[in-house]
């Protein structure tokens, strides 16, 4: 079987598909990644084949967040959905348009790469919708995968289910102005596939998933964190209790400390305190200004938290899913202060109500009351418990190696 990903250039978009492509590869199908030429590495560097695709001007915006920090200064919570009261969906949806709109022009190279290559299957990010229309001209069967929580999905069902209130008529969809540029070269009519996929690859965990009507095949996330040696001192367990914080490597996270109006000197200052070794992972710029450190605080700009998180007693993070993702993956109690900007905050808030970690709240943050919280986690044996169960739940899931029978047989059924 040959299997084409279709990724948007971004670090938080590509690792999540890695665990599962090295399945399919194991399990003796062909597999390639589609992505922009400048992100090729991201895929390269992880043992895949990356086909390059679309104009290097293409979604170059995007590509520089990768490797330009001060970008994402640009990135704030209007997508954040809250599922309960959600006043701005249509604003948010209308949004979330035109941001699918932007890969619209990669679609020739889509098509010509799936009639030239023949993929049986085209699992594509939901950020690639032209990967749907590209399956379809080619007859390959194609679904999404996801990399957090279905906000498409709802905010789709959400949309619906207004127009119908209102009978709208068909023409009035504004889905149409999205996928009309898309299907009118190859002569299609709009399906309600080719926006959410014939199926949809679901690596949340169950109690974070939203309650919507489509076809999901759950996927247990294995986490990914990218490529990196193991130092020495990463390899035994420490003697002081290790507390890893991170900000993640492409999201609203960096912005913690200007947001919230905590200097990150004060938090290494409130930690260091606690009789604790902090491992600090932050970007360049962060080093350059946190001056002299107390002696048991190490500051790295990047190590894989695959490779940290073993040795570590707790984490304090910002709710990304990879971080997230590696933290149940290593049983390891969360302290979290959410930066909404897709799931943040519903993450934060499921793991305290597994009682797997402690949020705070970003206008609640202050040095001593995160070390306050974190001294909870370290002291209370019932955070570890907490850290096991959300561990069991994920490990539920069926793993990628479990789950490529499934696609074989959904391809089988599905394509043309």
């Known amino acids: 079987m040959r299997v084409l990903f279709s990724v948007f250039p971004a670090i938080a978009h590509v690792h999540p598909i890695v665990p599962l492509a090295w399945a399919l590869q194991n399990a003796g199908h062909e597999v390639r990644v589609a992505i922009h030429p400048d992100a090729v590495d991201l895929v390269t560097e992880a043992g895949l084949a ?13 590509v520089e967040f990768n490797s330009n920090f001060d970008k994402l200064d640009t990135l704030d919570d209007a997508l954040a959905l809250d599922r309960y009261h959600n006043p701005r969906w249509e604003t948010q949806w209308q949004m979330l348009l035109s941001t699918l709109s932007i890969s619209t022009p990669i679609l020739p190279d889509l098509v010509d790469l799936t009639r030239r290559w023949k993929p049986d299957l085209v699992l594509w990010d939901p950020f690639c919708v032209p990967a749907a229309v590209a399956a379809r001209v080619s007859g390959a069967a194609q679904a999404r995968i996801l990399w957090g929580q ?33 299907l009118a070269p190859y002569d299609l009519e709009y399906e309600e596939e080719l926006l959410l996929g014939q199926w949809t690859v679901d690596p949340m965990p169950l109690g974070l998933r939203l309650p919507l009507d489509l076809p999901y095949t759950a996927l247990r996330r294995v986490p990914y964190n990218g490529t990196a040696p193991v130092p020495d001192w990463m390899i035994d367990r420490p003697e002081k209790p290790r507390v890893c914080l991170t900000l993640g490597v492409g999201g609203r996270g960096r912005q913690l400390f200007r947001e919230s109006g905590v200097s990150f000197a004060s938090v290494l200052e409130a930690v260091a305190e606690l009789d604790v070794e902090l491992v600090a992972t932050v970007d360049a710029g962060r080093l350059a200004e946190a001056g002299t450190v107390p002696d048991n605080v190490r500051l790295l700009e990047y190590v894989p938290l695959n490779h940290l998180l073993p040795t570590c007693s707790a984490i304090i993070h910002h709710g990304g899913g990879g971080t997230f993702a590696a933290s149940v993956a290593h049983q390891v109690p969360q302290l979290i202060t959410p930066m909404p900007f897709w799931g943040e905050s519903v993450t934060a808030q499921y793991v305290a109500d597994q009682g797997a970690g402690l949020l705070i709240r970003n206008d609640q943050l202050t040095a001593a009351t995160l070390q306050k919280q974190l001294a909870r986690i370290l002291e209370d044996p019932s955070f570890l418990e907490g850290a096991a169960l959300l561990h069991r739940e994920m490990s539920d899931a069926p793993a990628p190696g479990d789950v490529v029978p499934v696609l074989e047989e959904l391809t089988a059924r599905h394509r043309r």
């Open 50 to 62: 990356a086909i390059p695709v679309g104009a290097r001007h293409h979604l170059a915006g995007v």
């Open 150 to 182: 279905d906000n498409i999905g709802w905010l789709r069902a959400e949309s619906r289910q207004h127009l119908e209130a209102r009978g709208a008529a068909p023409h009035e969809d504004p889905v149409l102005d999205l996928m009309r540029p898309m």
